[in-house]
């Protein structure tokens, strides 16, 4: 179980690192679904391993993480198309 949720960590922290990283060198947009999705990824992943350790401090900042890609996703979301005028 150790390894797992170790990976499990892991894997959190590169989905977090490969959103900021496509954002900063404009391979993504920051209002992109790919990029609040792997920040969503990440940062769940990351709230299961920081609970697993017990760093409640960073489970906290994770949990925020979350909340805000959670709410910036679903404006994306819900957003609806512009229609286009002739």
Do not use: H, R
């Not at 209002?31 to 709230?47: E, H, Q, T």
């Amino acid at each position: 179980m150790d390894l797992f949720l170790e990976v499990i960590g892991w894997i959190g922290s590169i989905a977090v690192l490969l959103a900021y990283g496509l954002n900063s060198y404009q391979k993504i947009g920051s209002d992109s679904i790919l990029f609040y999705g792997l920040n969503l990824a990440g940062g769940l992943l990351l709230v299961i391993y920081t609970i697993y350790k017990e760093a409640y401090p960073n489970t906290f900042i994770n949990v925020c993480w979350v909340l805000v890609a959670l709410i910036a996703l679903g404006k994306v979301l819900m957003k609806t198309p512009d229609k286009k005028e002739p």
